[in-house]
């Protein structure tokens, strides 16, 4: 599977914004997809992820309650929702699909300024 994401940029705190990631794969509903993100000089730290029907997510304390994650099986791709934003936000988003294997994007730069 190849992954690319999109969506990033820079925001004030407490704004939104919307990270896309479109999956070129014919099986994307066999894969659990997830959201990651690396901040500067800190290791990479799971984000959400949901499971192959959208049914099941979780998310990761620090931003419970702020971001949702979701999926459109139709169109291959997978959406991450994030409002509030806090400075501490600012990293690098990836998105991950896992199936016999874990997938990787490139990412996408999220800048939130205080």
């Known amino acids: 599977v190849q992954l690319a994401e999109s969506g990033g940029g820079e925001v004030q705190a407490g704004g939104s914004l919307r990270l896309s990631c479109s999956a070129k794969?014919?099986?994307?509903?066999?894969?659990?997809m997830g959201w990651f993100r690396q901040a500067p000089g800190k290791e990479r730290e799971f984000v959400a992820t949901?499971?192959?029907?959208?049914?099941?997510?979780d998310y990761a304390d620090a931003v419970r309650g702020r971001f949702t994650i979701s999926r459109d099986n139709a169109k291959n791709m997978l959406y991450l929702q994030m409002n509030r934003l806090k400075p501490e936000d600012t990293a690098v988003y990836y998105c991950n699909a896992q199936w016999v294997g874990d997938y990787w994007g490139q990412g996408t730069q999220v800048t939130v300024s205080s």
């Open positions: 949901t499971t192959w029907d959208g049914g099941k997510t």
């Open positions: 794969t014919t099986t994307f509903t066999f894969y659990s």
